[in-house]
């Protein structure tokens, strides 16, 4: 009996323990890490649920441009050994784009975040950012024309609105040209698009005309000759296609003649440079000499001063 009271005074004197321990209990819960308030907004913000969609989204972003760097670097790869540069670097950017857009996509979803709404606020947004940025959009559509006409490559040389340059990089927005002086000159592909573009080094040969003008008396057949001749013998000149011989016409100051020679296009400066060298000597050889512009003024007496052009190969 004594033993049964005994229990019962312990366990009497536990209730007030327990009950303790059942309020620090409750109030723990409604608390997160011990003082924040669970039905606060902090409590909201760091609950398990968020720090799980955190977690998740986190995951997407990571493992997402983990796989697009992995994938563009193959890509890449890919298409530097089967296409140009113009054409790999524009896939390259739009495999980039396509990348990203399914990562965002799918770490909205993977937040719970309601797409539908953003995608009406991103259909009014987009209408105001296309106005703002048609010249980019019309940029990188015009690079996909220009990737289609292969018109260039990165190394040739381009002459754009009387601009000539070696394209040193191809984007999706530009190409960029190093000129011969060393300046740096950046051409929309819109640009490109609209303007009248040579490529100089598309082909591996090149003519050089020489317009020439020869004096009034001069015998064709020996002028014909002697600049022929001056062409086959040049180191630089090729062989074939022949040179070309043309009479222009009959000009104010002498007859204009064009003296076409064929060179390679590796070696247009050099060529050139030698060429009109070769011209000047076999002409001085030959004792042909070329035309220059000539006035001679005539005066009587008690006449009005006249002027009146005169061929360069006349005698005064």
Known sequence: MVGTEGTLGAAAGQEPALEAAAETAAEGADTILGFIPADGVLGRIFSMDTALKVGRVALIIVAGLVLVGLAVSILRRMTRRRMDARTSALLVKLAQYLGFALIAINAFEAAEV???????AAGIAGIALGFAAQTSVSN??????????????????????????VVTAVDALSVKLRTFDNQLVRIPNETLIKADVANVTRYPARRLDMKLTLTYGTDMDA?????????????????????????????????????????????????????YSSVVAALSEAGLGLAYPTITVLQDDGAPQKTARQPSGARR
């Open 114 to 120: 309601d797409l539908s709404a953003l995608l009406g």
């Open 140 to 165: 990188f559509i015009s690079g996909f024309f220009l990737m289609s006409d292969k018109t260039f490559a990165q190394g040739d040389v381009l002459s754009v609105n009387g601009l000539t340059g």
């Open 223 to 275: 002028a014909r000759t002697a600049l022929v001749g001056a062409v086959l013998g040049d180191v630089y000149a090729l062989r074939k296609p022949e040179p070309l011989f043309l009479v222009r016409g009959l000009g104010d100051n002498g007859i204009d003649v064009l003296l076409g020679a064929w060179l390679a296009a590796d070696d247009w400066v050099e060529g050139t440079n030698s060429l």
